[in-house]
């Protein structure tokens, strides 16, 4: 019931998407009329803000980062991750191409592939604003697309702020049964007693959606034969669905401590607390459920065997939940601070509550985790930086889990240098250990992984668009993949992958050349990575109207080398081996048109408009093809201080 209420709210709002547009444009023409401009500084109470990280160690607070650039790349698998694998329409699983090894510590319930599009709590921007802040973007285009993002932040006092964080993404695909529906909401808080001696940061997050699952097109060929906007090829599924449920309540508070210090102000003298350190007790309270449902029996045995007697050749329904709940105490240091550096000092303990569940089987574990962290943070161009920091998990799922990391900057005028290491020894994620479905079910005794990391990087820092270099290596023993069979498998092997990244920015006057590249290797064919993967974006800036609109004009190209990617598995919700089809060696060539007045920006952009140029290779992930030839539409408006 609730995924057809779903339905019938998107289509309302695409059947009314020519009424939204009228609506918010004029809504916007009084904001416009008495715009600010968009240099922050010029305001005298300038909106700022603080993430987590930036509260635990008292950094300062941000400027909101109001530029122009990359407000059309809407699409987050694109503007995050460049290179990467999604089923060939927004709001489907995907995941990274370029190997960037960034686990948490602690339980892992599995792949999540819908990871992206989740509102979470440790990314919160804790506000401070003198007007309310809001920020507006919407997309809309052909084949019912409707991307809507809205965050709105407000100071009910000066050390009271509030506000939500809300996404909508859902579109009808491009050829039969791509459908998704998502909904990604936060509501958030902040708060600091007038002596400076407590605060409280708070979040309620759900996060929700549905797929249409196709099981990817019967015959490739036959798909690549076609041509124009208007593609269809016979599906895998015909009636499969995949949703996903996800909430979390999230709550942090500071005791603050350190000595109360008078603060003179014309004949008024009041005191407030000069922070040498804090004690943090963190609550978080967090459900998933996973659900597969065939409900009128989709048959195919490749994407559904025959497993331990269960038929999976008729009607069949398959979940996955876990609940847990963390508290985590924690006592950090800050050492006297100076003109060229301040140190962070933190010690914690962490007790977390976990519960699984799916289909007959039940688990429950109690993971107890001690962290502790030393950092020097510069806090001027000319110096050397320095993080370390450590966990292990005595008891629980995760019992001996442990990780060490560290890195040392070194920054000059001219450029940084940053070395780090890190090495984690970790159990494997639940769902590669225990799994319990209709197609599949196995139990596995696997060995706990070991990764050693390395990685060096340097930033220019004289020019107008600098230059930056990443080199990573990574070594993993005991290494955890889904292969030909789909099923999770070990390898004895040690798996070597190394990693570069690159970017850099040309300019001649009003034109500007962005490029990004990235270049893997690994020595196993346990990972499937395209070798090389590149972005590029070339076009014309500038102002005009006596510099009242600024705008852009170009294309943009994402490519990377051809590969056997992996093929994805909607029931498993897995990504494994195939070595029968490659992918890659497409480009993806967009025309785009922005313009921004003051704080709003409207953008024009012509997608895959090579479509048609090339008949082979057009895939992100094998049988899933890349959307057609299309045009969008999109409108930014933000109002700040």
Request: aromatic content about 16%; some cysteine; overall charge positive.
């Amino acid at each position: 019931m609730g995924s057809e209420n779903n339905q019938t709210i998107g289509n309302l709002i695409h059947k009314n998407s020519v009424f939204i547009w009228i609506t918010a444009g004029l809504c916007s023409l009084p904001f416009l009329a008495f715009a600010q401009t968009d240099s922050l500084s010029k305001s005298k109470f300038p909106t700022t803000y603080l993430s987590e990280y930036d509260i635990d160690r008292n950094l300062p607070e941000h400027l909101e980062d109001t530029t122009i650039n990359h407000n059309e790349i809407y699409h987050p698998y694109y503007r995050n991750f460049g290179i990467f694998q999604d089923l060939g329409n927004i709001g489907t699983p995907g995941r990274s191409q370029f190997f960037d090894f960034n686990r948490p510590s602690d339980f892992v319930l599995g792949f999540n592939p819908y990871q992206i599009f989740y509102k979470k709590a440790e990314n919160t921007r804790y506000y401070k604003t003198k007007l309310p802040y809001t920020d507006f973007n919407y997309t809309q285009g052909q084949r019912e697309l409707l991307l809507l993002a809205a965050k709105f932040s407000y100071n009910l006092t000066p050390r009271l702020n509030v506000g939500v964080d809300f996404n909508r993404v859902t579109s009808e695909g491009f050829y039969p049964r791509q459908y998704t529906s998502g909904y990604f909401t936060k509501l958030f808080g902040s708060y600091q007693s007038k002596n400076n001696r407590y605060s409280l940061l708070g979040n309620i997050i759900w996060n929700r959606g549905l797929l249409d699952e196709n099981g990817g097109i019967r015959s490739d060929s036959l798909f690549e034969t076609l041509r124009g906007a208007n593609k269809a090829a016979p599906v895998q599924l015909n009636a499969s669905q995949s949703r996903f449920k996800n909430s979390v309540i999230y709550a942090k508070q500071y005791y603050y401590l350190g000595k109360m210090e008078p603060q003179v102000k014309d004949e008024d003298t009041s005191y407030r607390l000069s922070r040498a350190g804090f004690i943090a007790h963190t609550f978080k309270y967090e459900r998933d459920n996973y659900f597969f449902d065939n409900p009128t029996g989709d048959t195919s045995s490749l994407l559904f065997p025959a497993n331990s007697g269960i038929d999976t050749t008729g009607i069949f329904y398959d979940s996955i939940s876990s609940f847990s709940v963390m508290n985590r105490i924690a006592y950090a240091y800050y050492t006297k601070s100076n003109e060229r550096q301040q140190s962070f000092i933190e010690f914690a303990l962490s007790h977390r509550y976990i519960e699984v569940q799916q289909m007959d089987e039940k688990r429950n574990f109690n993971n107890v985790w001690t962290e502790a962290r030393m950092e020097r943070i510069p806090k001027n161009e000319q110096n050397i930086g320095v993080k370390l920091a450590g966990s292990y998990c005595f008891t629980g799922y995760n019992q001996n889990d442990f990780k060490l990391s560290g890195e040392l900057l070194f920054a000059t005028k001219k450029f940084n240098i940053i070395g780090a290491f890190n090495n984690q020894f970790y159990t494997p994620d639940y769902t590669q250990v225990h799994y319990r479905s209709a197609p599949f079910s196995w139990n596995n005794n696997f060995s706990k992984i070991n990764v050693t990391h390395w990685r060096a990087a340097a930033q220019t820092k004289q020019f107008k668009h600098n230059i930056y270099l990443s080199l990573n290596q990574y070594l993993i023993a005991n290494f955890v993949y889904n292969g030909l069979n789909i099923a999770p498998e070990q390898s004895n092997k040690i798996l070597v992958i190394n990693t570069l990244e690159a970017s850099k920015t040309f300019q001649a006057s009003i034109l500007y050349l962005e490029h990004k590249i990235w270049l893997q290797q690994a020595n196993l064919d346990l990972v499937r990575l395209p070798t090389f993967g590149g972005f590029a974006r070339y076009y014309l800036s500038g102002k005009i109207f006596k510099k009242v609109l600024e705008l852009q004009v170009g294309a943009e190209v994402f490519y990377n080398t051809a590969f056997y990617g992996n093929a994805y598995h909607p029931s498993a919700r897995v990504f494994h081996l195939q070595n029968q089809t490659q992918i890659g060696n497409y480009p993806m060539l967009d025309f785009f048109l922005t313009g921004k007045v003051m704080t709003a920006i409207i953008y024009a952009k012509y997608e895959h408009a090579n479509m048609d140029w090339m008949n082979t290779g057009f895939y992100n992930t094998p049988h899933y093809p890349l959307p057609v030839r299309i045009f969008r539409l999109g409108m930014r408006l933000r109002l700040y201080n």
